[in-house]
Structure formats: structure tokens, C-alpha cells
């Protein structure tokens, strides 16, 4: 399957961190969007244009009257290169911004090709301010800011810490990685997807699946099906039609997919298998119980101490990967507490799956019952570490991984 890469628009302005682009852009590229660049004349003094043609594979456009812009230029038919690429674009993301970006943008100005494109695009518009501490917090550049902010401008906010100026404070570009999951989150809302899982049906697990102990009691587990929904939210959202085998969650599904219901591991597993021939891609981030408790016909009286006998659980994991169709691609999830890249590379292994996404579930505020999430996506050949970001950025990288995947030869 041929994905098509998502065209982005990176705006650099011409301050110190102007160097830091190079790497969002290659950030950029490895997500899977397709970056193009336009500098400012001053980014140009910080990096030359040439580095970032030769890592996007574009031509970048440093001014309303080169050469090469206007009539019959390469992507161009109306022969307006701004309005061009203020249209074709679907999303202009500008880091480092400058305090004299801002101030341009707040006012409409429009004197070279960045602002310009920025008054032409009805794409969404993602700053990252990047400057000195009295600079960023002066009131025209906080009012510039508010400005746009009332316009729907998205802005990452610089961090503090030690400027290049020699100062301590606000002003700090973002990181990258803050600024990519931005980019996911900004365009998963106003709903551009690249629609590049179209033609396939992909099965996603969610949620904590229930062991009865009795006819009232259960053994449970602490997911909240966010890390599921999110998945086959987007992948829904690209084009795939989804399946999604839904254990009991805190949460709502999300609207549009086909979702069915299970309480436990037993069901879970006949569920899975029996949609299993249907399936191109299943992804299981279910949490499922390893357990289940035997016997768990009546009702438990108080009536002193009590062992409950369990007895393990199918291994649903490596029955979809046996039993999965020629070309169907498996990615398991596994929650770690240690030695949690090992424990991931022998699940891999054990399971024989395509991939195995690995959490760290010891830090409190990740993984299981939150909005954010972490980890590792390990393959045969690669290792794609997620630093914490959301859920939704985190499916999105997954699936983005799903597709590399997909490109390979089968083994
Ligand atoms: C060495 C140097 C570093 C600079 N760094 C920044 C910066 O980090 N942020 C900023 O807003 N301006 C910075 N400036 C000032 C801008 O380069 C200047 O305002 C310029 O007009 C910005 O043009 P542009 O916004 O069109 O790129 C710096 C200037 C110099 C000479």
C-alpha cells in the first residue's frame, strides 16, 4: 500500500533557535508528514535554505521574487507560488517564531513570502515562539500573541531555562517533540487525516477485561480503554475501517466503528477469533487478565478465610498470531514495570507478532487510567522511542509505524 505523506508547511524566522528546525524537520519526516520550508531573510543568516532542501528533498522558498517563484514555477499552475502554497498545504507550523513574526502576523503585514502564505492559507496555523525573556515579555509581543491566539492561531509556548542571550527565563523554543504532538493533535481535530490506512480492517482490543469471582465479584484492572479508542479512533479517521473488541472501559467509544462488547479474557478471545478473518491489521491493547478464577458459580459468603484457585488465561496474542491470514500484520501492547526493553524484545519474540508496543506502567501519571501515555515501539529491525504525549499523538505514531511496516517485504 502506497501511504501518502501529509504536505506541512515549517515557517523558520530568524532567530538563534532557527538551527532547531532542522531536526523538527526531520522529526517531521520521520512521523510521516512530508515537510516543506520557508525562511524568513533573516533565518537565512542563522541556516542556509540548502540544508533543509537537501533533508526535505524540496526547494525552499526564501522570498516573494525569486527566480524560480511565480509564473511556471515547479508547483505551481496558477503561477502564484504563495497562493499556492498557502492552498496546498495542511498545516504551517512556525518555529523558531519571532517576536517580529508575531508582530507581522498580528497586523497583517505582508511583505515576504512567510507572511504572505500566513494571510493566503485557511490551514491551520501552529506558532513556536522562540526569543529573549524581556522580548517575550514585553506587552507588544504578549498582546501580538493574544491577537492571534483570538484568531485560532495554536501556540506551544517556550519553555524556560538558559537562553542564548546569556539570560535565564521564558522564551525557550519548545521541543520538538512537543511541537509534533501538536501537529498530531491539531490536525486529528480539525479532522485531516492522509486517509492512508484506506482498504484496510483493523481490529483493536480496549480496555480490562473482567475474571468473575463469583456472580457479583470480578478481578479486574486498572485500563481505561484510552490507549484502544485513541487507536482505532485514528485509524478510523485514516481510512480503515475499524473493528473494535471493547472489554469494560471508563470511557465512551469512539462514534463510527463497529464496536463489540466483551467482560472477559474467554470472550475477548472467541470475539477476536472469530472477526479474525476479516482482519489486515489487529492491534490488541486490551488489558487482559492472565487469570481467571475457577469455579466462580456462587455467590462468596463471609465465612472466614478463602483461597481462590486460579487457573491461566488463553494466550490470545499468540493465537491471533498463529492463526492470522498471510499478510495481516500483529502488534501486541505489553505493560512493563522492569527491564521493560528486554521483557518487550522477548514478548516480540515469544509472540511472534510484527510489533510490540512497550509501556512503563511504574510512573503514576502514564500509561494505565490516563490521558498520557509512553513508550517503545519495537520491531524486528527498528526501535521508535514515544516520549510522553498524549494518547491520540501516541495512536498516531503507532499506526505511522503499522504503515513502515506495511512497506516491507514479508519475511
Ligand atoms: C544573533 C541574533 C539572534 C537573534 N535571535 C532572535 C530570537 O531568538 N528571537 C527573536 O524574536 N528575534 C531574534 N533576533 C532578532 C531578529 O533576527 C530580527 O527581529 C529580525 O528582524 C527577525 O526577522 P524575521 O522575523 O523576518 O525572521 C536575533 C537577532 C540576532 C542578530
Known amino acids: ?25 526531520r522529526l517531521l519526516q520521520d512521523a510521516g508528514y512530508d515537510p516543506h520550508v520557508v525562511m524568513t531573510r533573516a533565518a537565512e543568516e542563522f541556516v542556509r535554505p540548502l540544508t533543509f532542501a537537501a533533508i526535505t528533498g524540496h ?78 515579555d514585553h506587552p507588544a509581543t504578549r498582546a501580538n500573541v493574544e491577537t492571534l491566539r483570538a484568531r485560532g492561531v495554536t501556540f506551544i ?16 523554543l519548545a521541543d520538538n517533540t512537543a511541537i509534533l504532538a501538536t501537529l498530531q493533535s491539531v490536525l486529528a481535530s480539525a479532522n485531516i487525516s492522509t486517509n492512508d490506512l484506506t482498504g484496510e480492517t483493523v481490529i483493536v482490543t480496549a480496555g480490562g477485561t473482567r475474571e468473575a469471582i463469583d456472580p ?19 485509524a478510523q479517521r485514516r481510512g480503515a475501517r475499524v473493528i473494535l473488541i471493547a472489554a469494560p472501559t471508563t470511557i465512551a467509544p469512539p462514534a463510527g466503528c463497529e464496536v ?28 487482559v487478565s ?24 488463553a494466550d490470545i496474542l499468540r493465537e491471533i498470531s498463529t492463526r492470522r491470514n498471510p499478510g495481516t500484520l500483529v502488534i501486541g501492547f505489553a505493560a512493563e514495570t522492569e527491564d521493560i526493553l528486554a521483557n518487550g524484545r522477548a514478548k516480540l519474540e515469544r509472540k511472534g507478532v510484527d510489533a510490540i508496543v512497550v509501556n512503563d506502567v511504574s510512573s503514576p501519571h502514564l500509561g494505565f487510567d490516563s490521558k498520557n501515555n509512553a513508550g517503545t515501539i519495537l520491531t524486528k529491525d527498528h526501535e521508535v522511542a514515544i516520549p510522553p504525549t498524549t494518547k491520540a499523538a501516541m495512536a498516531e505514531r503507532i499506526l505511522d509505524e503499522i504503515k513502515r511496516l506495511r512497506t516491507l517485504p514479508t519475511s
Open 260 to 287: 463489540i462488547c466483551v467482560t472477559s479474557a474467554a470472550e475477548m478471545q472467541a470475539a477476536a477469533l472469530q472477526r479474525l478473518n476479516e482482519a489486515t491489521i489487529v492491534v490488541m491493547a486490551a488489558a
Open 216 to 234: 457479583v465479584r470480578f478481578i479486574g484492572n486498572r485500563s481505561s480503554g484510552r490507549m484502544g479508542f485513541a487507536l482505532a479512533e485514528a
Open 290 to 313: 492472565d487469570y481467571t478464577v475457577k469455579n466462580a458459580t456462587q455467590k462468596l459468603k463471609r465465612d472466614g478465610a478463602r483461597t481462590l484457585e486460579l487457573e491461566p488465561t
Open 59 to 136: 526547494k525552499v522558498i526564501t522570498s516573494l521574487w525569486s527566480e524560480d517563484a511565480g509564473v511556471g514555477s515547479e508547483a505551481d499552475e496558477s503561477g502564484i507560488e504563495h497562493i499556492n502554497e498557502a492552498q496546498t498545504t495542511q498545516a504551517l507550523i512556525v518555529a523558531p517564531a519571532t517576536a517580529h513574526v508575531l508582530a507581522k502576523f498580528a497586523h497583517g503585514l505582508a511583505d515576504d513570502f512567510l507572511s504572505t502564505m500566513y494571510l493566503a492559507t485557511t490551514a491551520p496555523v501552529i506558532m513556536a515562539p522562540a526569543m529573549n525573556v524581556t522580548m517575550w
Open 157 to 172: 509556548e517556550p519553555g524556560s531555562g538558559y537562553l542564548a542571550c546569556g539570560m535565564v527565563g521564558g522564551g525557550r
Open 1 to 25: 500500500m502506497c501511504a501518502q505523506r501529509l504536505k506541512v508547511t515549517v515557517g523558520v524566522s530568524g532567530g538563534i533557535a532557527a538551527y532547531k528546525s532542522v531536526e523538527l524537520v
